[in-house]
C-alpha cells in the first residue's frame, strides 16, 4: 500500500513456517510473477484494484477452500488464520515496491505481506459465499494495514459482531487498535 509506514505492523517475530507440501496439489499452477502497483497510487486505489484481484483469482483459492470450510463460521475463519500462519511467511516488500501477490502466488512462494495475505482470504472467503471486507487501518501516520473483517451476529456469543483475520499478528481474531480505519465490501457473487 502506498505511504505505508513499515514499522507499525509486523509480526512480532520471524516464524518457523512449515512447508505445507501436501497443499500443493489444491492450487493451480503460479504464473508469473508478481505484480507491481503502479507508481503514486493512493490506499483507496490499491485496496479497489485489491478487490478487482479478488474477482479473478477465485480458481486459485476454489479447492483449498473447501478444505479449510470449517463446521460454522468461526471454525471456518480460524482454519484459514491458521493456514496463512502455519504455512506463509510474513515478509515485508522491498522498500519502494508493492506487491500484490495472487493466491496461487502466495502459496508458491511461500512469503508475503498484509495485502497478499488479504488478497488469499478475501479469494477463499468470496469462494465460500462468507459475506466480509478489508480494513485498512492507521496508526500513529499514515495508512498502514489491511486485513480481513468477517461480520457475525449477536447470537453467536461474539462480543465485536466480527472475526478478524489477521494472519500477520500472532493471534487470531485479534485486532491491534487503531488511531483510524475504513472499509471496503468485497462483493460476494
Given at each position: 500500500?502506498?505511504?505505508?509506514?513499515?514499522?507499525?505492523?509486523?509480526a512480532?517475530?520471524?516464524?518457523?513456517?512449515?512447508?505445507?507440501?501436501?497443499?500443493?496439489?489444491?492450487?493451480?499452477?503460479?504464473?508469473?510473477i508478481?505484480g507491481?502497483l503502479?507508481?503514486?497510487?493512493s490506499?483507496?486505489?490499491?485496496?479497489q484494484l485489491?478487490?478487482?484481484?479478488?474477482?479473478v483469482?477465485?480458481?486459485?483459492?476454489?479447492?483449498?477452500?473447501?478444505?479449510l470450510?470449517?463446521?460454522?463460521?468461526?471454525?471456518?475463519c480460524?482454519?484459514?488464520w491458521?493456514?496463512?500462519?502455519?504455512?506463509?511467511?510474513?515478509e515485508?516488500?522491498?522498500?519502494?515496491?508493492?506487491?500484490?501477490?495472487?493466491?496461487?502466488?502466495?502459496?508458491?512462494?511461500?512469503?508475503g505481506?498484509?495485502?497478499?495475505?488479504s488478497?488469499?482470504?478475501?479469494?477463499?472467503?468470496?469462494?465460500?459465499?462468507?459475506?466480509?471486507?478489508?480494513?485498512?487501518?492507521?496508526?500513529n501516520?499514515?495508512?498502514?494495514?489491511?486485513y480481513?473483517?468477517?461480520?457475525?451476529s449477536?447470537q453467536d456469543?461474539n462480543?465485536q459482531n466480527?472475526?478478524t483475520?489477521?494472519?500477520?499478528?500472532?493471534q487470531y481474531?485479534?485486532?491491534k487498535?487503531?488511531?483510524?480505519?475504513?472499509?471496503y465490501n468485497?462483493?460476494i457473487?
Amino acid at each position: 500500500m502506498p505511504e505505508i509506514d513499515t514499522e507499525a505492523i509486523r509480526a512480532s517475530h520471524q516464524r518457523k513456517i512449515k512447508p505445507g507440501l501436501e497443499y500443493n496439489k489444491y492450487f493451480p499452477a503460479a504464473e508469473g510473477i508478481t505484480g507491481i502497483l503502479k507508481r503514486n497510487g493512493s490506499v483507496r486505489d490499491t485496496v479497489q484494484l485489491m478487490g478487482e484481484i479478488v474477482k479473478v483469482t477465485l480458481n486459485d483459492t476454489r479447492k483449498i477452500a473447501e478444505i479449510l470450510k470449517g463446521d460454522n463460521l468461526h471454525e471456518t475463519c480460524s482454519n484459514i488464520w491458521n493456514f496463512i500462519y502455519t504455512y506463509i511467511q510474513y515478509e515485508l516488500d522491498a522498500p519502494g515496491r508493492e506487491q500484490l501477490r495472487r493466491p496461487a502466488r502466495l502459496f508458491a512462494d511461500r512469503k508475503g505481506d498484509c495485502d497478499c495475505f488479504s488478497l488469499f482470504i478475501s479469494s477463499t472467503l468470496t469462494n465460500l459465499n462468507i459475506p466480509h471486507f478489508l480494513r485498512v487501518t492507521k496508526y500513529n501516520a499514515g495508512w498502514q494495514h489491511v486485513y480481513v473483517i468477517v461480520p457475525t451476529s449477536k447470537q453467536d456469543g461474539n462480543k465485536q459482531n466480527y472475526i478478524t483475520i489477521d494472519a500477520v499478528l500472532d493471534q487470531y481474531n485479534y485486532e491491534k487498535p487503531f488511531t483510524d480505519k475504513f472499509d471496503y465490501n468485497i462483493e460476494i457473487h
